[in-house]
């Protein structure tokens, strides 16, 4: 999974489980900041990437979300359960799953057993 997609779900994951209204996240892997703006609601989900240019869109209901990264052109589920969110990237076929704690995102990429912080 690329980094962009990455940000992509660790935001929207935030902004469900913190219901804050943060305008990115900071990737602590790459030192940097990813600017991602929009509506994201238990029922609609439109976020934009503002480096790439693209929307991440959806809808749920408040538990499970199905979404479609526009730029990447690819599906994603994301089910959300108090402080912990996981779900599939239909694209490159890999499985993820995270916590929310405070400003901290924990996301963990399950096939490669990989680990990235992000903050918001």
């Given amino acids: 999974m690329n980094s962009h997609l990455r940000a992509s779900i660790a935001y929207i994951a935030a902004r ?3 219901a804050s209204t943060v305008t990115g996240v900071f990737d602590q892997s790459q030192l940097r900041r990813v600017f991602l703006s929009g509506t994201v609601d238990r029922a609609v989900i439109s976020a934009y990437d503002h480096e790439r240019n693209c929307f991440i869109t959806g809808a ?7 979404l479609f990264h526009q730029g ?5 589920s994301l089910d959300i359960q108090e402080g912990a969110f996981w779900g599939h990237d239909y694209g490159r076929s ?3 799953d995270g916590t929310v704690e405070g400003n901290a995102v ?5 096939e490669l057993d990989r680990r990235f912080r ?3």
Avoid: M, P, V
Avoid at 60 to 66: A, E, F, N, Q, V
Avoid at 72 to 76: M, N, P, R, S, W
């Fill in 16 to 18: 469900l489980i913190s």
């Fill in 60 to 66: 749920g209901d408040g538990t499970h979300y199905s």
């Fill in 72 to 76: 990447e052109g690819l599906h994603i």
């Fill in 94 to 96: 890999t499985r993820f």
């Fill in 106 to 110: 924990t996301f963990h990429e399950c």
């Fill in 118 to 120: 992000y903050l918001l």
